[in-house]
């Protein structure tokens, strides 16, 4: 079981900007903490972070037959762009959105999202904490999934 972690724009900023609304953690901690918990879980992850909005729909492409789920925060992207939203909805993996804040208690060209809706679920407003809920909620989206396709076999084989 494969996950692509992918963070947009300034998350590599993490742990400076802005830390009242995103606190004091560093990208690389909370990237710590999910390999960790990956590792604990037997489930291959990957990380990747891009600045620049084509680059991540290039990302994003490229799990097509790679990765079993993605995990995205599209960062100030979520809110504009039609590009990363087609992507996510043309590789049709189980995707799940993250924002560390939440977006609708900020200002209103926050509060809408262009990529959630094209996303399986999202965790808004946890924190880094909603990255690991991420990987809990895509564990269970990919067990279930398998579990389909088994009883899916097993119907074919009878
Ligand atoms: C964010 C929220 C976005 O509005 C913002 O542009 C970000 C981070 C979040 O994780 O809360 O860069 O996606």
Redesign the pocket.
């Known amino acids: 079981m494969k996950i692509a972690v992918i963070q947009?724009?300034?998350?590599n900023m993490l742990g400076v900007r802005d830390q009242q609304?995103?606190g004091p953690m560093r990208l690389e901690q909370i990237h710590a903490q999910m390999k960790d918990f990956a590792g604990q879980n037997g489930i291959d992850i990957d990380f990747y972070q891009s600045n620049l909005e084509g680059e991540i729909v290039d990302k994003i492409q490229e799990c097509y037959g790679d990765a079993d789920g993605i995990i995205i925060?599209?960062?100030?992207y979520?809110?504009t762009s039609i590009a990363i939203r087609d992507a996510i909805s043309a590789v049709s993996i189980p995707t799940i959105e993250?924002?560390?804040?939440n977006?609708y208690r900020?200002e209103e060209f926050?509060q809408k999202s262009m990529t959630a809706p094209v996303c399986t679920s999202s965790i808004i407003g946890f924190g880094p904490f909603g990255y690991h809920l991420a990987m809990m909620g895509m564990m269970q989206i990919l067990s279930e999934i398998q579990a389909i396709q088994r009883a899916q076999q097993g119907t074919v084989e009878e």
């Open positions: 947009g724009p300034n998350l609304v995103y925060n599209p960062a100030a979520s809110h993250v924002h560390i804040s977006i900020r926050r």
